[in-house]
Nanobody, 120 residues
């Protein structure tokens, strides 16, 4: 069994900052890519940022220069530092991890989501 636990969402004023964390636990052998997606009301889920095990990143144009993704491989944790937040960043943010478990099975896992609300 593998679980992803997210934390760090909340309500913030425009221009403010939040830091999201996502920790993977359970029967983990190794973790490939880890990242963040978001889904605003009435919209499709979209990529925010993803980081490979080796550290390469893919970041959405809409958040480049404002959001930073990082990970601590020793803690099986990925972070999303969000600065200069805008009302349009309001969404549920979901962690995604591609994990190889101890049985050599590779699957992608989603976190439960954490709400980020940016007030204007």
């Amino acid at each position: 069994q593998v679980q992803l636990e997210e934390s760090g969402g909340g309500l913030v004023q425009a221009g403010g900052s939040l830091r999201l964390s996502c920790a993977a636990s359970g029967s983990i052998f190794s973790i490939n890519a880890m990242g963040w997606y978001r889904q605003a009301l009435g919209k499709q889920r979209e990529l925010v940022a993803v980081m490979s095990k080796g550290g390469s990143t893919n970041i959405a144009d809409s958040v480049k220069g404002r959001f930073t993704i990082s990970r601590d491989n020793g803690k099986n944790t990925v972070y999303l530092q969000m600065n200069s937040l805008k009302p349009e960043d309001t969404a549920a943010y979901y962690c995604l991890a591609n994990i190889v478990d101890i049985y050599s099975s590779t699957n992608s896992y989603w976190g439960q989501g954490t709400q980020v609300t940016v007030a204007s």
